[in-house]
């Protein structure tokens, strides 16, 4: 596809109920980068790919965090047992492998735990 | 570890007027990159300008250019003859060089262009 791709755009989940976050990067790109954005906030780094391998997931706030890229393609970022505080929105980007490249990101997930 | 300022929660400009949004930031990495992304109601970051710490010239495109000051960690956009559409947040980020780092972010400024 043209840009970053993630599904859905929003949702609404009840405490408790796990939910998972699908983010489609840009063709060739081979970083992909997930981050969370709380209401009035910067974005906050959660966890990064190059290709399929997980290189950093310093950022998972809990155990309940999980994300995979199994194919260097397409991500996931699971959330199980969902809680109000991880009501954010999740935002998807991918970049080239160069140090002068921007992220290019998608137009997030908005999750709202109720 | 990276830190990135924002002192302007928010900003309201007139329409062609030329518009500075500040940005301090603090690492002690030699090598660094500094971004520019424009956030609109929509939600998607759309980037606008990157600095290298080593280049010599600030960088510019289009409407955007950034102030660089090395010594000062200071990064401010700078954006010329504004336009209603310029109106979203916009938030400064770093990231460690070389290689693809995470970016770490500022809070971000809200702007609007009033007509």
């Known amino acids: 596809g043209a840009g970053v791709s993630q599904s859905p755009r929003y949702k609404v989940a009840k405490r408790g109920q796990d939910v998972a976050l699908r983010c489609d990067p840009i063709?060739?790109?081979?970083?992909l980068f997930w981050y969370q954005q709380a209401l009035g906030q910067g974005p906050e780094f959660l966890t990064y790919f190059q290709n399929e391998a997980q290189l950093d997931k310093s950022g998972l706030p809990s155990d309940r965090f999980f994300a995979e890229r199994p194919e260097g393609s397409v991500s996931t970022l699971k959330i199980q047992r969902t809680q109000q505080e991880d009501s954010a929105v999740y935002l998807c980007?991918?970049?080239?492998?160069?140090?002068?490249?921007?992220?290019?990101f998608g137009q997030g997930t908005r999750l709202t735990v109720v | 570890a990276q830190k990135i300022t924002q002192t302007q929660p928010g900003m309201f400009v007139q329409e062609k007027e030329a518009v500075t949004l500040d940005c301090t930031y603090d690492t002690s990495d030699q090598s660094y990159g500094l971004f520019w992304y424009k956030q609109p109601s929509s939600g998607e970051m759309i980037f606008l300008i990157y600095?290298?710490?080593?280049?010599?010239q600030n960088a510019t495109e289009g409407r955007y250019s950034l102030n660089f000051q090395k010594a000062r960690k200071s990064a401010n956009l700078v954006i010329s003859a504004s336009q209603l559409g310029d109106s979203a947040m916009y938030f400064c980020a770093m990231r460690k060089n070389p290689g693809n780092e995470k970016l770490t972010f500022g809070t971000g400024t809200r702007l609007t262009i009033i007509p």
């Open positions: 600095q290298g710490s080593y280049d010599e």
């Open positions: 063709s060739g790109h081979v970083s």
């Open positions: 980007a991918s970049s080239l492998e160069t140090s002068r490249s921007e992220a290019f």
